[in-house]
């Protein structure tokens, strides 16, 4: 006989009990402390790294090369003494003498060519105050240990060949680039393993931080780009015809056709810039990582999205939504 329909409906509404899990000494140590529960839920004492990214990036397409300057202020919320930070180089998956798990193209991976801490210039060194890098990741120890509750600024100049298409999550057609993987990030240090600094071989995915990014992306007029976070200067960047046109999408609620075929080009979709450049900022607050792409070959259509209050007000909120895409290209 048929189950009665109040039974299939407790039996499908019951929560999936996984087989057992064994739990590690480090995550029972966590427990003990306060800063795990085995329910899930962080503990009373849980706590978080954060980190606060200031970038300055320039493409230029014509070489495929980009080049870059930033700081990042890394914040120690947890109860421990620092003496070295780690950080992940991400894009020396692409040197030649990588450690790699698939097949990718070599461009030489990147390029240090300074690096800073608390304000004090760093050598490569394996001992004392300096850096060292192994594969993809970096090891600095700073002129003086981080203590808990304070921060550290490093500061750092870098620069890569973008890997042509078929690099994983990253690469470049010649008039698309996908840029991925393009700045060093802070390693997790978290309160069960320590530092997480596992080489990146190509195919994995990632126990990133969460951070504030605020980058600027220099690179010709015409180029649209496509980018984590939100844009802070569409006056500078973007033409009137443009603005318009997003200030409809978000006052209709209906698709536009921000940038067509008509439009594309510098003075069309975009302001014409200082020696055919310009700089596109953009802000991202409390995120694991910062992404973008941009081609002059882009179209352009946005929308927005309803959803529920965020203060848990009536009144419900709404998200942008851009579609950016080049209609040549069938798959």
Sequence with gaps: TAPEPAATAAATSRRPIPYPIPESKAFARAVEKGTRTRTGSPGPN??????????????????????????????????????VLWLHLNQNLFAPNALRNESVPVTGGMEIFRVEAAGRTLSRA?????????????????????????????????????PPDGAPRSGTTGDIFMVAYWYPQMAVYDDVGG?????????????????????????PAGWLVA????????????????????????????????????????????????????????????????????????LWDATVATVANRAGGTAPDTVDIHTFYRPEVVF
């Design 195 to 219: 530092w997480q600094t596992d080489i990146y071989m190509g195919n994995a995915e990632f126990y990133m931080g969460y951070a504030d990014y605020e980058v600027g992306i220099t690179l």
């Design 46 to 83: 849980y706590w978080q790294q954060y980190a606060r990214y200031t970038i300055d990036a320039e493409l230029q397409p014509g070489t495929n090369q980009l080049s870059a300057h930033g700081t990042i202020r890394y914040i120690n919320r947890s109860p421990d003494t620092l003496p």
């Design 126 to 162: 394996d001992t004392g105050a300096g850096y060292a890098i192994e594969q993809t990741r970096m090891r600095v120890t700073p002129p003086r240990p981080l203590m808990p509750g304070d921060s550290i600024d490093l500061r750092m100049d870098w620069a890569f060949t973008v």
């Design 227 to 298: 980018s984590t976070g939100t844009l802070t200067n569409a006056e500078q960047v973007l033409s009137p015809q443009t603005r318009s046109r997003l200030a409809e999408a978000r006052r209709k609620g209906e698709l536009v056709h921000i940038v067509n075929d008509q439009d594309r080009g510098a003075g069309r979709s975009t302001q014409r810039g200082l020696d055919n450049l310009l700089t596109w900022r953009f802000r991202a607050t409390n995120v694991r990582d910062f992404d973008w792409g941009a081609s002059a070959r882009f």
